[in-house]
């Protein structure tokens, strides 16, 4: 197999003949496919980590599609949408399509393919008749999606038939005739196709739900769009999902219940964001928003209207109706109860059992007379089956009962803090009207403190092979050298900004930093993630970074500084809005525009938005800010047509944003990206590295930082023929003891420029 793989990937392999002098064969990529493709054969572990321009998805595709052609199966999850895009639209096809002429390399003959995804893919037949090499195996590529995504024909007929007693107001019934004219259309049945709705909840009424479905008993399914995706999932051998569906699964697979087929193979692309998705499925969380759309959904409060006030036209018991009705309204009343206190112990602190941040430590501390309200309401929708004419509503009211059941479980757990080895905490952001008032959005929820011995069990103990891969999991360059900067003089303590990191952040900077060994660079990513033994492996990009990337870091003090005694800077010039300002708009003059401006708060990032929107405008330089100025999609479409713009991000926008060519020439990064000492999860984390003795800061924080310093800087070269400058504002990366650990992070050849110094 290994040779295989080298001869598809090489120069005069059968991708380079196909597509000609788009194709350029890269010894890093075929590197990344043989340990790839060893992995897989021995139902090993393994790390790869391969810089931008490697070609990485090729470089597991090629060795996933040998095995699907050994009929073993292959699970491939992404993190973002636009990844799977590459692999559905472009990558897959290209390389099954080319099966054919590999088959004739090596004994098997590969058939046309198919209309990809529907129609189950792509197939690879057995050998000619005249071949004695065997009988081959088809490889069929499917995108898996949640069944939450598919609609259903017959809830959408019901829902239609219904809607002027379901639906609450005429914007949530026109949503519903726009999902009705595009149902007619659909190919899929998906809402990746779906127009926006003036009413996103009105989706809820006609989605595809297991507590609902009929299965067989449905007067719709032979046209189902979710069971015929459940039967092209049955015969595929080569999965496409996204990491939120991939772990759901493996969540669900500890009660038997995952929905995936038996594989042999998973690949986890984009592996950095493998720990947070992974958290989230394995914690708990309780939003208002979700118990409210849920109780709304049974009786709109205001309007009377929802589906138990549309019942009494199909029940034989009104009265039994009229009951669930009221302990419904009840609900509604306990839940804005049960929140308010909520919000009340984020906002009250200790004195009530939070912690700083919203976290919750003491259990049973809030009142909790959700979870009866709605564990009653659980049993009344139960009790009500007996008393309705068909079996879709007996159905609706199962889905609705169960949907009850779990918020009362879930807000049990999470008051009790029953979960072992989790933090507990509250989140508390804008305001949502439910039809009785305006209120926050408030969440309650728990993650494991450490993800990593629960995949280890979960996921690394199976008797399949994962390969975990991205372009930032180590905290050290393939060559381990530290990139090239100038002398200059070292005051670590001095930049630090008060209660950023813990107390031994300043110890350690300030003392000589410890060299990373080779091996040690996965360290963090194998401890976090529970893959401890793992192989790992470092291809560097293949791009010429020297020559393509200045790397500035300005350390021009502010117009204004003022000393205390002792030659401390009052404040770090790194957090101070007008500063920061100052500096971007002087390096957007000197690129002309093209720059992304990278933040670690959305808080700094509206306030400087405010500073520079206008005298950058005045220049001809758009301004579009994160929250302010349209969708995540929106924004970075107008940044790609207008190649004078400056785009300012926060979390999202430093990951998962490919803008190659001209359009973005410049990156700023404002602070070095340290998680917030008060984020829930992160103190959590820290005090348990402390109790063992640890450095939280050595461990954990820096770690993540240089993941994400080096994420930040990815964001400017995506291809050979990209240039531009990374400016950094934050002088702790030459002044501090650990900047020279980020800069070690950075590809080799990088030299630092210092603007502005003393």
């Given at each position: 197999m290994?040779?295989e793989?080298?001869?598809i990937?090489?120069?005069?392999?059968?991708?380079?003949r196909a597509?000609?002098?788009?194709?350029?064969?890269?010894?890093q990529?075929i590197e990344m496919?043989?340990?790839v493709?060893?992995?897989?054969?021995?139902?090993?572990h393994?790390?790869a980590?391969?810089?931008?321009g490697?070609g990485?998805?090729?470089?597991?595709l090629?060795?996933?599609?040998l095995r699907?052609?050994?009929?073993?199966t292959?699970?491939?999850a992404?993190?973002?949408?636009a990844?799977q895009?590459?692999?559905?639209q472009k990558?897959?096809?290209?390389?099954v399509?080319?099966m054919?002429?590999?088959?004739?390399d090596f004994?098997?003959?590969?058939?046309s393919?198919?209309p990809?995804?529907r129609?189950?893919?792509?197939?690879?037949?057995?050998?000619?008749?005249?071949?004695?090499?065997?009988e081959?195996?088809k490889?069929?590529?499917?995108?898996?999606?949640?069944?939450?995504?598919?609609?259903?024909i017959r809830r959408?007929?019901?829902?239609?038939?219904?809607q002027?007693?379901l639906f609450?107001?005429a914007?949530a019934?026109?949503?519903?005739h726009v999902?009705e004219?595009?149902?007619r259309?659909?190919l899929?049945?998906t809402?990746?196709t779906l127009?926006?709705?003036e009413?996103?909840?009105?989706w809820?009424?006609?989605?595809s739900?297991?507590?609902?479905c009929?299965g067989?008993?449905?007067?719709?399914?032979d046209r189902c769009f979710?069971?015929s995706a459940?039967a092209?999932?049955?015969g595929?051998n080569?999965l496409?999902?996204?990491?939120?569906?991939?772990?759901?699964?493996?969540a669900?697979?500890?009660?038997?219940v995952?929905?995936?087929?038996?594989?042999?193979?998973?690949?986890?692309?984009?592996?950095?964001n493998?720990e947070d998705?992974?958290?989230?499925?394995?914690?708990?969380?309780?939003a208002?928003?979700?118990?409210?759309?849920?109780?709304?959904?049974?009786?709109?409060?205001?309007t009377?209207?929802?589906?138990l006030p549309n019942?009494?036209?199909?029940?034989?018991?009104?009265?039994?109706v009229e009951?669930?009705i009221q302990l419904?309204?009840?609900?509604?009343?306990?839940?804005?109860?049960?929140?308010?206190g909520?919000?009340?112990a984020s906002?009250q602190?200790?004195?009530i059992?939070?912690?700083?941040?919203?976290?919750?430590?003491?259990?049973?501390?809030?009142e909790?007379?959700?979870?009866?309200?709605c564990?009653?309401?659980?049993l009344?929708l139960?009790?009500l089956k007996?008393y309705?004419k068909?079996?879709?509503d007996r159905?609706?009211l199962?889905a609705?009962?169960?949907?009850?059941r779990?918020?009362a479980?879930?807000?049990e757990?999470?008051?009790?803090?029953s979960?072992?080895g989790c933090?507990?905490?509250?989140?508390?952001?804008?305001?949502e009207?439910?039809?009785?008032?305006?209120?926050?959005?408030?969440?309650?929820?728990?993650?494991?403190?450490?993800?990593?011995?629960l995949?280890?069990?979960?996921?690394?103990?199976?008797d399949?092979?994962?390969?975990l891969t991205?372009?930032t999991?180590?905290?050290?360059?393939v060559?381990?050298?530290p990139?090239?900067?100038?002398?200059?003089k070292t005051?670590?303590?001095?930049?630090?900004?008060?209660?950023?990191?813990a107390p031994?952040a300043?110890?350690?900077?300030?003392?000589?930093?410890?060299v990373?060994k080779k091996?040690?660079?996965?360290?963090h990513a194998?401890t976090?993630?529970g893959?401890?033994g793992?192989?790992?492996m470092?291809v560097?990009?293949?791009?010429?970074?020297?020559?393509q990337?200045?790397?500035?870091?300005?350390?021009t003090?502010?117009?204004?500084e003022?000393?205390?005694s002792g030659?401390?800077y009052?404040?770090?010039?790194a957090?101070?809005?007008?500063?920061?300002a100052?500096?971007?708009i002087?390096?957007v003059?000197?690129?002309?525009?093209?720059?992304?401006v990278?933040?670690?708060?959305l808080?700094?990032l509206?306030?400087?938005?405010?500073?520079v929107?206008?005298?950058l405008?005045?220049?001809g330089?758009?301004?579009?800010a994160?929250?302010?100025?349209?969708?995540?999609t929106?924004i970075l479409?107008h940044?790609r047509?207008d190649?004078?713009?400056v785009?300012?991000?926060?979390a999202?926008?430093?990951?998962?944003v490919?803008?190659?060519?001209?359009?973005?020439?410049?990156?700023?990064?404002?602070?070095l990206?340290?998680?917030?000492?008060?984020r829930p999860?992160t103190?959590?984390?820290?005090?348990?590295i402390?109790a063992?003795?640890g450095?939280?800061?050595g461990?954990?924080?820096?770690?993540r930082a240089?993941i994400?310093f080096k994420?930040g800087?990815?964001?400017?070269?995506?291809s050979?023929?990209?240039?531009?400058?990374?400016v950094?504002?934050?002088?702790?990366?030459?002044?501090s003891g650990?900047?020279?650990?980020?800069?070690q992070?950075l590809?080799p050849?990088?030299?630092?420029?210092?603007?502005?110094?003393?």
């Open positions: 290994l040779s793989v080298r001869h990937l090489s120069s005069q392999g059968p991708i380079a597509i000609g002098g788009r194709y350029e064969a890269r010894e990529q496919a043989l340990a493709a060893r992995a897989m054969e021995d139902r090993s393994l790390l980590e391969a810089g931008t490697v990485k998805s090729f470089a597991y090629v060795p996933a599609m699907c052609l050994r009929g073993e292959v699970v491939i992404t993190n973002t949408i990844l895009e590459q692999l559905i990558d897959v096809p290209l390389l399509g080319l054919e002429e590999m088959g004739r004994g098997r003959k590969v058939a393919p198919e990809f995804p129609g189950g893919g792509f197939e690879a037949s057995g050998p000619d008749d005249d071949s004695d090499s065997g081959g195996f490889i069929k590529p499917v995108l898996v999606k949640g069944r939450g995504n598919y609609v259903s959408l007929k019901m829902a239609s038939e219904r002027e007693r609450a107001d914007a019934r026109r949503s519903l999902i004219d595009w149902a259309e659909t899929d049945g809402l990746s127009p926006a709705l009413r996103g909840g009105v809820d009424k006609v989605q739900d297991s507590g609902n009929m067989r008993k449905c007067p719709t399914f979710y069971q459940r092209q999932l049955e595929a080569l496409i999902c996204n990491h939120a569906l991939f772990f759901s699964d493996l669900l697979r500890v009660q038997d995952g929905f995936l087929p038996r594989y042999q193979h998973v690949v986890l692309d984009e592996a950095h493998v998705v992974a958290s989230e499925h394995f914690g708990r969380s309780l208002e928003g979700r118990v409210m759309h849920l109780l709304t959904t049974l009786c709109h409060p205001r009377g209207k929802g589906y019942l009494l036209m199909y029940a034989n018991d009104s009265g039994a009951r669930a419904a309204v009840r609900a509604q009343d306990e839940c804005r109860a049960f929140f308010e909520v919000l009340r906002k602190g200790e004195s059992g939070t912690g700083s941040g919203g976290r919750l430590r003491t259990p049973g501390s809030l909790n007379l959700l979870s009866p309200a564990r009653e309401l659980s009344r139960n009790t007996e309705v068909t079996d879709a159905f609706e199962n609705y009962a169960e949907r009850a779990m918020i479980d879930d807000a757990v999470l008051v009790r803090q979960q072992p933090a507990y905490w509250v989140e508390a952001t804008g305001e009207d439910w039809g009785g008032g305006g209120f926050q959005r408030v969440t309650l929820a728990c993650a494991p403190v450490e993800v990593g011995p995949l280890k069990e979960r996921l690394f103990t199976g399949f092979s994962v390969v991205s372009a999991l180590a905290t050290k360059s060559e381990g050298k990139a090239e900067r100038p002398a200059v005051d670590e303590r001095r930049y630090v900004p008060e209660g950023e990191e031994a300043v110890k350690e900077a300030a003392e000589p930093v410890r990373l091996q040690d660079a996965f360290a194998m976090r993630l893959a401890e793992a192989r790992t470092q560097g990009s293949p791009f010429d970074y020297a020559k990337v200045e790397l500035i870091v300005d350390m003090p502010p117009a204004r003022e000393r205390e030659g401390e009052r404040r770090s010039w957090d101070d809005p007008r500063h920061i100052d500096r971007v002087h390096h003059k000197q690129t002309d525009g093209g720059a992304f990278l933040f670690t708060s808080f700094s509206r306030a400087v938005a405010k500073l929107r206008e005298p405008g005045m220049r330089h758009p301004v579009l994160q929250t302010e100025d349209g969708s995540r929106a479409e940044f047509r190649e004078r713009s785009l300012l991000g926060a999202s926008f430093w990951q998962g490919d803008v190659a060519g001209r359009a973005l020439r410049n990156v700023i990064i404002v602070k990206p340290f998680d917030p000492p008060d999860l103190q959590a984390r820290h005090e348990l402390e063992r003795g450095s939280s800061f461990e954990d924080s820096l770690p240089i994400r994420q800087f990815g964001r400017l070269i995506r050979a023929t990209d240039h531009g400058r990374v950094v504002l934050d002088p702790r990366l030459v002044r650990y900047g020279r650990q980020f800069l992070a590809p050849g990088v030299r630092v420029q210092i603007e502005g110094g003393e």
